[in-house]
């Protein structure tokens, strides 16, 4: 009913109900055109929208949000698919005005000490929008910070934030490298490719997939795989967003999208992580089974071309 007022209020002739559900959020047509609201996560609603456009033969898409109106205008601008975003405040729709990517902050000179600390425990350094992380098999088992009350930096061992906290308290006096090294041993068993389903498993499974190609470039032909910024910092472990590498492909960079499952917002995130990257050649790799014909549609429909890759021998 508020999108339908919405559409109304602002022209829209034709408006009508189509069976069916928009999962995260409310979708209608007025004539042969898409009205869209991401109610759910609004950032990552342009896929989604875009797909059901596609599904529901639109000729263009006019997709509304209360947020992230910045990030979804920068998105739509990739595709060629005529896409109107608008900012909605009460009654009131707004066009939206792309927003450049976040600056990306260095690393603090004091949090790089920690590296040789974490590659002495077992995990692998990743660097991440200025923040020093050590994952085992795509999966943060420790972050460095700054103490907010002393300033001092130090290595924090756990899962997320709310599980670093627990392990200080609980191992406190433990020197870090030790009880870092006995967390990687715990976890690592977790993220192998054949291990049974567990919950370290399920988590943070993009990364996994990401941690697998660079173990194995060979997977999406390329000779390397290294990993890379985001083009927007991750908010928290549990939440299993897209991750960024650049991998060297038959001797050209290229930009690679690890996505886990069905994404149908993966590609439009790839068109923000080519921003990021500057490399223009740019993939999305999913696992065997999860590249569903209508994320091929959603790639062609990306001005600068980005191709759909299904990653086999994976768990």
Same mark, same amino acid.
């Given at each position: 009913?508020?999108?339908?007022?919405?559409?109304?209020?602002?022209?829209?002739?034709?408006?009508?109900?189509?069976?069916?559900?928009?999962?995260?959020?409310?979708?209608?047509?007025?004539?042969?055109?898409?009205?869209?609201?991401?109610?759910?996560?609004?950032?990552?609603?342009?896929?989604?929208?875009?797909?059901?456009?596609?599904?529901?033969?639109?000729?263009?898409?006019?997709?509304?949000?209360?947020?992230?109106?910045?990030?979804?205008?920068?998105?739509?601008?990739?595709?060629?698919?005529?896409?109107?975003?608008?900012?909605?405040?009460?009654?009131?729709?707004?066009?939206?005005?792309?927003?450049?990517?976040?600056?990306?902050?260095?690393?603090?000179?004091?949090?790089?000490?920690?590296?040789?600390?974490? &590659?002495?425990?077992?995990?692998?350094?990743?660097?991440?929008?200025?923040?020093?992380?050590?994952?085992?098999?795509?999966?943060?088992?420790?972050?460095?910070?700054?103490?907010?009350?002393?300033?001092?930096?130090?290595?924090? &061992?756990?899962?997320?934030?709310?599980?670093?906290?627990?392990?200080? +308290? +609980?191992?406190?006096?433990?020197?870090?490298?030790?009880?870092?090294?006995?967390?990687?041993?715990?976890?690592?068993?977790?993220?192998?490719?054949?291990?049974?389903?567990?919950?370290?498993?399920?988590?943070?499974?993009?990364?996994?997939?990401?941690?697998?190609?660079?173990?194995?470039?060979?997977?999406?032909?390329?000779?390397?795989?290294?990993?890379?910024?985001?083009?927007?910092?991750?908010?928290?472990?549990?939440?299993?967003?897209?991750?960024?590498?650049?991998?060297?492909?038959?001797?050209?960079?290229?930009?690679?999208?690890?996505?886990?499952?069905?994404?149908?917002?993966?590609?439009?995130?790839?068109?923000?992580?080519?921003?990021?990257?500057?490399?223009?050649?740019?993939? &999305?790799?999913?696992?065997?089974?999860?590249?569903?014909?209508?994320?091929?549609? +959603?790639?062609?429909?990306?001005?600068?071309?980005?191709?759909?890759?299904?990653?086999?021998?994976?768990?």
């Amino acid at each position: 009913m508020k999108l339908a007022a919405l559409a109304r209020d602002h022209g829209a002739t034709e408006v009508r109900a189509v069976p069916g559900e928009f999962g995260v959020g409310a979708a209608l047509l007025a004539g042969r055109q898409a009205w869209v609201l991401v109610d759910d996560q609004p950032a990552r609603g342009l896929g989604p929208a875009i797909a059901w456009a596609i599904r529901h033969g639109a000729n263009d898409l006019q997709l509304v949000a209360e947020s992230a109106t910045g990030v979804l205008a920068r998105r739509a601008l990739a595709f060629d698919l005529p896409i109107e975003v608008w900012h909605a405040e009460q009654r009131t729709l707004l066009p939206a005005i792309a927003e450049p990517l976040p600056a990306r902050p260095p690393l603090p000179a004091e949090h790089a000490a920690f590296r040789e600390l974490i &590659v002495a425990a077992g995990a692998t350094p990743v660097v991440e929008h200025g923040v020093l992380t050590g994952d085992v098999g795509g999966l943060e088992v420790c972050r460095a910070v700054t103490d907010p009350y002393t300033g001092a930096p130090r290595l924090e &061992v756990g899962i997320g934030a709310h599980d670093r906290e627990a392990f200080q +308290l +609980l191992h406190g006096d433990e020197p870090t490298e030790a009880a870092l090294a006995d967390f990687v041993a715990t976890v690592r068993p977790h993220r192998a490719a054949d291990a049974a389903g567990h919950p370290l498993n399920r988590l943070a499974r993009s990364r996994a997939l990401r941690a697998r190609l660079q173990a194995d470039p060979t997977l999406i032909r390329a000779t390397t795989v290294v990993p890379a910024d985001p083009p927007i910092a991750r908010s928290n472990v549990k939440d299993d967003v897209p991750c960024v590498a650049i991998a060297t492909i038959d001797d050209v960079p290229t930009t690679v999208v690890c996505s886990a499952g069905v994404d149908l917002d993966a590609v439009p995130y790839a068109t923000d992580a080519r921003l990021a990257t500057d490399v223009a050649d740019c993939i &999305v790799a999913v696992p065997a089974g999860s590249d569903l014909p209508i994320q091929h549609e +959603l790639a062609a429909l990306v001005r600068r071309p980005v191709r759909i890759v299904a990653v086999q021998s994976l768990p």
